[in-house]
């Protein structure tokens, strides 16, 4: 039922239905946007970010907790992908790419980035940034 009720909305698509949820909405203040597949959908509180997915924000912002207890909240004006998230310990498999075309992005870092520093990356126009620490403020200007 779920899932059709999903289809009704337009938020799932044959390539959605198979990504992995990798972290929900906790708060949004104004409006933020998700891009997925050729969908783009308003987000709210308690929503699914998948990988792949583009975050846009106009005005607003929007925080997100991650499965590993990453916390990543996107400023005003930003544009947003999580381009890979892995998250299986007990095998080893970890990593962690965030891409920061324009705006401002404060990280946190969860489980992870304490396990495994060298798997978390931040990339953006100019550059990448592998995470050593344990929280940051990025911001890229422009388009």
């Given at each position: 039922m779920g899932l059709a009720v999903a289809a009704l909305t337009g938020w799932v698509t044959p390539a959605a239905a198979q990504q992995q949820e990798?972290?929900?909405v906790k708060?949004?203040?104004g409006e933020a946007f998700a891009?997925?597949?050729e969908q783009r959908a308003q987000l709210g509180v308690g929503e699914a970010i998948y990988a792949m997915?583009?975050?846009?924000?106009?005005q607003g912002s929007v925080g997100l907790t991650f499965k590993d207890g990453t916390r990543i909240s996107i400023g005003p004006n930003s544009r947003v992908q999580f381009t890979e998230f892995v998250f299986v310990p007990a095998e080893g498999r970890l990593s962690f790419i965030v891409e920061l075309f324009r705006g401002t992005m404060q990280y946190i870092s969860g489980v992870i980035?304490?396990?495994s520093p060298d798997a978390v990356?931040?990339?953006t126009p100019v550059?990448?940034?592998a995470v050593r620490g344990t929280r940051f403020l990025a911001e890229v200007a422009g388009d």
């Amino acid at each position: 039922m779920g899932l059709a009720v999903a289809a009704l909305t337009g938020w799932v698509t044959p390539a959605a239905a198979q990504q992995q949820e990798v972290a929900l909405v906790k708060v949004v203040d104004g409006e933020a946007f998700a891009q997925r597949a050729e969908q783009r959908a308003q987000l709210g509180v308690g929503e699914a970010i998948y990988a792949m997915d583009v975050i846009e924000t106009a005005q607003g912002s929007v925080g997100l907790t991650f499965k590993d207890g990453t916390r990543i909240s996107i400023g005003p004006n930003s544009r947003v992908q999580f381009t890979e998230f892995v998250f299986v310990p007990a095998e080893g498999r970890l990593s962690f790419i965030v891409e920061l075309f324009r705006g401002t992005m404060q990280y946190i870092s969860g489980v992870i980035a304490k396990l495994s520093p060298d798997a978390v990356k931040v990339k953006t126009p100019v550059a990448t940034v592998a995470v050593r620490g344990t929280r940051f403020l990025a911001e890229v200007a422009g388009d």
